[in-house]
Nanobody, 120 residues
Framework: QVQLVDSGGGLVQAGGSLRLSCAVSGRYVMGWFRQAPGKEREAVAAIGLQSDNRTYADSVKGRFTISRDYANKMVYLQLDRLKPEDTAVYYC?????????????????WGQGTQVTVSS
């Protein structure tokens, strides 16, 4: 059974940084998603089985970086230059594909979510 445990959220001022972590049991294409109150869940970033296969939503390109550490069974999302509109619950998820994808329906296993709040 796939287990995903995400962590690292918190309260930060605009322009600040956070690093989200996801412990994952197994080898999967991994993604990070977020959901703000009253909004649909949206894809943020994804990383393939090969770490150089990465893709980002336009809204976070150049500010967020996804990475993975197979040795420690971790996937990370580095959030830099945060904006108030980045405030949301962030989820890591595992997909049943071979390449990085931002398509939500490809993801079949989800973490419990971690809150990121960016103050202005």
């Amino acid at each position: 059974q796939v287990q995903l445990v995400d962590s690292g959220g918190g309260l930060v001022q605009a322009g600040g940084s956070l690093r989200l972590s996801c412990a994952v049991s197994g080898r999967y294409v991994m993604g990070w998603f977020r959901q703000a109150p009253g909004k649909e869940r949206e894809a943020v970033a994804a990383i393939g089985l090969q770490s150089d296969n990465r893709t980002y939503a336009d809204s976070v390109k150049g500010r967020f970086t996804i990475s993975r550490d197979y040795a420690n069974k971790m996937v990370y999302l580095q959030l830099d230059r945060l904006k108030p509109e980045d405030t949301a619950v962030y989820y890591c998820a595992a997909a049943g594909t071979y390449a990085a994808t931002l398509v939500v329906r490809e993801y079949v296993h989800w973490g419990q979510g971690t809150q990121v709040t960016v103050s202005s």
